[in-house]
């Protein structure tokens, strides 16, 4: 889905939780609200899959990390830079291009390749 720019409107992937104890997110997001948990070893959990709680080893205590999937990298950080927001394209994990930023209360977001579905 494009914009009134025409640039891709990202689509939500998942947000991560950075926190120094996560078993109380564990037990608001699992046993009071029901959500069911995907994957959990020690200092990481991940929920419902779009909801992942991690200890402050990839991300600083009491902020947040929302990932985002486009078509286009490229595109989208040329739009969100003209539009005033700050980051960097570098590669991730996979090999592709990704978006990096920092909002003004300190969660990045990042912005990913959605990946060709599988026939």
Known sequence: MADDSGSETPEFLCVTMYA???APLRAYYHD???LLIDYEQP??????PNVCAHDPSEGPAGTMRLYFLVDDVAAFAATAQRR???GIVAIDG???PAWHSTDPSGNSGH???RLPQAN
Do not use: F, H, P, S
Not at 43 to 48: I, N
């Open 94 to 96: 996979l090999g592709n």
């Open 32 to 34: 009071a609200l029901g």
């Open 111 to 113: 912005v990913l390749t």
């Open 43 to 48: 200092g990481q959990l991940v929920a419902m």
């Open 20 to 22: 120094e104890d996560i």
């Open 84 to 86: 005033g927001a700050q």
